[in-house]
């Protein structure tokens, strides 16, 4: 399942940010799909996840409240609405798609897409 990320750019601390996850191919309404972010020099870190029908969510402590996943299995399309961000929010961002296991595990996913930068300046 190739995933395109997009969305990415610089936003003032407080700012909003919406990313766009495109999947081609006919099966991407069957896996869950996963946000995740990286800075340099550290782990690929858990951000969002929502279920292959989109009924379920879940998100990292540090974002719940601010950022909003969803999707349009119609569209083969996964978003991540990013409000009230902040400096450390900087990341390149990913998502991914995967089956099953531990949600915010990144070897659960077994699709990644190219990672889109998001840069919050103070």
């Known amino acids: 399942v190739p995933l395109q990320a997009s969305g990415g750019g610089l936003v003032q601390a407080g700012g909003s940010l919406t990313l766009s996850c495109a999947a081609s191919?006919?099966?991407?309404?069957?896996?869950?799909a996963g946000w995740f972010r990286q800075v340099p020099g550290k782990e690929r870190e858990f951000v969002a996840v929502i279920s292959w029908s989109g009924g379920l969510t879940d998100y990292a402590d540090s974002v719940k409240g601010r950022f909003t996943i969803s999707r349009v299995n119609a569209k083969n399309t996964v978003y991540l609405q990013m409000s009230s961000l902040q400096p450390e929010d900087t990341a390149v961002y990913y998502c991914?798609?995967?089956?099953?296991?531990?949600?915010?595990?990144?070897?659960?996913?077994?699709?990644w897409g190219r990672g889109t930068l998001v840069t919050v300046s103070s």
């Open positions: 191919g006919p099966t991407f309404n069957r896996y869950r």
């Open positions: 991914a798609a995967g089956g099953g296991g531990a949600f915010s595990l990144s070897n659960t996913y077994g699709y």
